[in-house]
């Protein structure tokens, strides 16, 4: 049988020099078989990274390496790696070998039964309890604020189709939440059902601080409701604080003057609410005029380094 079509393959990879060998070699027994090119994009890894990549270019010419200048994070590795995909249909994977080659056949397969994009859930995960659980709660959360459904249990290994990929390619955003973006655009999509490994080699990258970043970036892009929450916000210590005020003028004229200098507690209650009210308000605000701002700035989302075999 013929299989003139081109899968792409992408990589996003950051010190990851023990994992590439054995993903490759894994890797290779499932895609062997399609035409196919493999497009790692080296997230300015400070290890012998590049080195081992260009090792492994040598010996394969199918393999292709985009290198940023610095670390310019996941999502804009993914970003220059579908960029420069030129398959039919791309499908990301990660580099530590937790997500299970073996099933891109499967996504293949669903591919060209016509779906647009295939997702692999995750139904296990062997991550630490910690990270099960916010991960839990973020994709709940999020969905919880978002107008548009975003997948729960979906990361990046995904497949897509060229018109997806294009879709992606041509969104003017800079700072894009893939995951969000690519449920956004309506296309044909099924899930199939992964176990997640555990990490190869190495530590995850995403700390407890990235993971939040990440977190509140996808909320701040994918939904406006924050700001609605703080406008209620206001309305109802607007509310409360209108009780007290009534409740002050009541004391101050009709209660004997022994009652009403004692109002240090009431007073000491309300300037603490008010007070955090108003900076979690300015907080919300200022999240969305940072990602403004961020946005007219126009920096492009990362710098090449090198180009390897492209
Ligand atoms: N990664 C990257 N840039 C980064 C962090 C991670 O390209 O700044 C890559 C990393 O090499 C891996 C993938 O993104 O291939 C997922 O990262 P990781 O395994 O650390 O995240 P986790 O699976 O723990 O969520
Ligand atoms: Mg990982």
Wanted: charged letters at 25%; glycine letters at 6%; hydrophobic letters at 40%.
């Amino acid at each position: 049988m013929a299989k003139q079509f081109l899968v792409s393959i992408v990589i996003p990879v950051h010190n990851e020099e023990a994992n590439i060998s054995p993903l490759l070699l894994r890797l290779n027994q499932v895609i062997a078989k399609y035409n196919h090119e493999i497009i790692f994009v080296d997230d300015g890894s400070s290890d012998q990274t590049l080195t081992v990549l260009k090792e492994q270019v040598k010996k394969n010419s199918k393999l292709k390496i985009l290198s940023f200048n610095r670390n310019f994070g996941h999502q804009a590795a993914l970003s220059c790696g579908y960029e420069h995909a030129k398959g039919d249909c791309v499908i990301t994977i990660d580099a530590d070998l937790q997500d299970p080659p073996e099933i891109i056949d499967e996504m293949i397969k669903k591919w060209q039964q016509g779906y647009e994009i295939v997702y692999a859930k995750r139904k296990t995960r062997q991550d630490t309890l910690f990270k099960k659980l916010t991960a839990f709660t973020f994709y709940r959360f999020i969905n919880f604020l978002s107008d548009t459904p975003i997948p729960t249990d979906v990361g990046d290994f995904r497949l897509q189709d060229k018109r997806v990929n294009d879709y992606l390619k041509k969104l003017p955003e800079h700072n894009k939440f893939l995951r969000g973006l690519v449920a956004w655009g309506g296309f044909k999509e099924i899930y199939l059902t992964i176990d997640r490994d555990k990490r190869y080699s190495g530590k995850t990258h995403y700390t407890l601080s990235k993971m939040f970043n990440f977190a509140l970036d996808g909320i701040i892009s994918f939904s406006t409701k924050p700001l609605r929450i703080a406008t209620y916000m206001g309305f109802l210590t607007s509310f409360i604080g209108l009780l007290g005020i009534i409740y002050a003028l009541l004391q101050r004229f009709f209660l004997p003057h022994e009652y009403w200098v004692t109002g240090w507690t009431a007073l000491f209650v309300a300037v603490l609410f008010l007070g955090g009210t108003q900076l979690i308000t300015i907080g919300i605000i200022g999240e969305y005029i940072g990602k403004v701002y961020r946005e007219t700035q126009n920096r492009p989302q990362y710098l090449l380094k090198e180009k390897v075999n492209l």
